[in-house]
């Protein structure tokens, strides 16, 4: 393995365009004690940017630790669109996730991001990406070609950095962060002028001890579920809360977040789910979609597609004309149950306890048969019968993830 070094010239601050909105100014970030953990190679970053290039980096570089594989995430906002592992792609998911017409090898770390920016690229639209592994050329090939603010990694091979300083006419921000970086155990926040003091969540969800506490009557984990549940959890931990997440292959296939009610973050990352399943579909796949289309508008127009409700939008006359080179036929709710009921092996966490079993009878129609959450509801007992009666395994770890 190559390894590039990089002669880094840290600040103690950097000063921003503005925060949040164009109307507060000043802006800026910066340590109280030493320096900045990261460089900007390239662009400027936002205020909205460095914190999800903060944020997501900590995800990234925890799913590497606690799978071994190179690990990538998408963000928007200060929570994760998609997150994933590098197993290599079937040819499906290479169609899916628009990669199926490159001419070079992918790579673990390219593989990585292509799940991670392909399994919601809606809400990956416009993202922040970062990756755990030195930037290659493969990876910064796939980067270029899709909408996206910036990147964070901890390097970038010279020609994969000249590749991505070439995009959004120059101004792509590139962040290298120090991995070796571990911040002040104690944390602060300011609400109002009220400083916010607490320690960090540095609990360790790639403890085997999470997975032990199993009260329902399956209690059989296999490898593969143990690996994507805790993909699950780590996500979690750095996603708005409420929030629940269902993982497959390696994968976040649907991610809830920032929902007052639990069974809404169960229902939303089901229904994303279910559209990552659905878009594996026959039906979907040779949709005859034009060859000028854009790839944003393909991804628009396969989502109103799948809307029972919206799906005259793009198939009308005079509205099909514009997306494809004949009418498709209606993809139908019973037809779409039909292929949402052969997904399987699907996993689900949760970053607290589920207050009811309508959560888990939500997750079962997009295929869940794993489970692990914090449990301590009075209504556990409701949790469990509600498992059993389809056969699925659930663990309640006694730790809680809310992130705010």
């Known amino acids: 393995m190559r390894i590039y070094i990089y002669h880094i010239s840290y600040m103690k601050e ?44 900590q995800l990234v570089k925890e799913l590497k630790a606690a799978t071994g594989m190179p690990a990538a995430a998408s963000f928007k906002h200060v929570s994760p669109a998609g997150a994933a592992v590098g197993l290599p792609l079937s040819d499906t998911l290479k169609k899916i996730y628009f990669v199926d017409d490159i001419d070079f090898e992918l790579t673990p770390l390219a593989n990585a991001y292509a799940r991670a920016r392909g399994a919601d690229r809606m809400c990956s639209y416009g993202d922040f990406c970062a990756l755990s592994d030195t930037v290659d050329v493969a990876t910064a090939k796939l980067i270029k070609r899709e909408v996206s603010d910036g990147v964070i990694a901890p ?64 209690k059989t984990f296999t490898p593969e579920a143990i690996r994507d549940l805790k993909i699950a959890l ?51 796949l040779n949709l005859p979609f034009k060859e000028d289309i854009r790839r944003a508008d393909r991804d628009n127009a396969i989502n109103v597609y799948l809307s029972e409700d919206e799906h005259d939008d793009v198939l009308r006359d005079g509205a099909w004309q514009n997306f494809f080179t004949r009418k498709p036929e209606v993809f139908t709710r019973a037809e779409e149950k039909e292929w949402i009921a052969k997904n399987q092996n699907v996993c689900l966490g949760s970053d607290a306890f589920f207050p009811f079993g309508d959560n888990i009878e939500r997750a079962h129609r997009s295929g869940v048969e794993y489970v692990a959450q914090a449990g301590g509801s009075i209504r556990d007992d409701n949790v469990i019968d509600t498992c059993d009666k389809y056969g699925i395994v659930m663990a309640m770890t006694g730790v809680r993830l809310f992130h705010h």
Not at 253 to 270: E, F, K, N, V, W
């Open 14 to 57: 950097l000063a921003l365009k503005y925060g949040c909105n164009p109307n507060q100014k000043p802006s800026r970030v910066y340590m109280e004690e030493g320096e900045l953990p990261f460089e900007v190679l390239n662009g400027r970053p936002g205020y909205i940017n460095l914190l999800d290039a903060l944020n997501s980096w």
């Open 155 to 218: 390097g970038y091979e010279p020609e994969a950095l000249e590749i991505l300083k070439k995009k959004k006419r120059g101004n792509y921000c590139i962040i290298k962060i120090d991995p070796d970086y571990r911040p002040n155990p104690i944390e602060h926040k300011q609400v109002f002028g009220v400083t916010f003091e607490q320690g960090r969540n540095e609990v360790n969800l790639n403890d085997p001890k999470l997975f032990e506490n199993i009260p329902t009557k399956n």
């Open 234 to 284: 780590i996500t979690l931990k750095y996603t708005q809360s409420n929030s629940v997440c269902y993982v497959k292959d390696g994968q976040a296939i649907g991610i809830g977040a920032g929902q007052q009610s639990r069974i809404h973050c169960t229902r939303l990352a089901g229904d994303k789910a279910d559209e990552w399943w659905l878009r594996q579909s026959p039906k979907v």
